[in-house]
């Protein structure tokens, strides 16, 4: 029963396309984030959500939009995708931002790499 | 700036012998590390963390050791099994924080 999925797995596309991936965990977490790993293998934090809330928005350019339906899902949407974007995205979550409970191990999806041609 | 350094880019290590990953910060408001694992084309999960009031801590072959004035933490498996071959990433946060800021990761490779 997997905690943290995401779909698509891959996806390829061309520059200026507009595309969404979608995440959503099981685990009854409040958190969840997107963290982007570039080709330098450099793991980094793009932002994160608590119970819809926007907690954390590191300088990720405004094509990148985060939407929370719910607090299982934590989408992204990409808007004018550039050679850039080519990157692996993760999705996690974590019980961080409960009270209480502040330091936090996060759980993370199987990512998806996004090829931007 | 990087606040989380993983210098070994890679390690290979001969099975059943102990493997050591390394990890450095620069930012003393770090108190909470972690180490995650990752296989190729899966997302990172989690293997052991340490809070700074401790310098150690265990977890079957898994122990973490945190050397605060060195801004120093390592990991040990022993003994190493080639399951273990995997790429490593160092994370730290803070309390009340709830961003990870993680290490560029060691790939480490068991030698049968």
């Known amino acids: 029963d997997t905690a943290v999925s995401q779909t698509p797995k891959y996806l390829v596309t061309q520059m200026g396309n507009d595309k969404s991936i979608k995440c959503e965990q099981n685990?009854?977490?409040?958190?969840m984030y997107w963290y982007k790993q570039d080709s330098k293998k450099f793991l980094k934090i793009m932002f994160s959500?608590?119970?819809?809330?926007?907690?954390i928005n590191e300088t990720v350019p405004n094509r990148f939009s985060p939407k929370s339906p719910d607090k299982a899902h934590l989408n992204l949407h990409i808007n004018s995708l550039e050679l850039g974007d080519s990157a692996v995205y993760f999705c996690?979550?974590?019980?961080?931002?409960?009270?209480?409970?502040?330091?936090?191990?996060?759980?993370f999806g199987p990512g998806t790499r996004l090829t931007v041609l | 700036d990087q606040q989380v350094k993983q210098n070994s880019p890679s390690l290979s290590v001969q099975e059943g012998r102990i493997s050591i990953l390394n990890c450095d910060y620069t930012n003393s408001m770090f108190d909470y590390f972690l180490w995650y694992k990752k296989y190729p084309a899966e997302g990172p999960t989690f293997l052991i963390s340490?809070?700074?009031?401790?310098d150690k801590n265990e977890d079957g072959r898994f122990t973490v050791f945190l050397n605060k004035s060195a801004k120093h933490l390592s990991l040990h498996i022993v003994p190493s099994q080639p399951g273990d071959s995997a790429v490593y990433f160092c994370?730290?946060?803070?309390?009340?924080?709830?961003?990870?800021?993680f290490g560029t990761g060691t790939r480490l490779t068991i030698i049968p």
């Open positions: 996690a979550s974590s019980q961080a931002g409960l009270a209480g409970v502040s330091y936090n191990e996060q759980f």
């Open positions: 685990l009854g977490h409040d958190t």
């Open positions: 340490i809070s700074s009031i401790k």
């Open positions: 959500y608590n119970n819809k809330e926007l907690i």
């Open positions: 994370a730290a946060s803070w309390f009340g924080n709830e961003k990870l800021t």
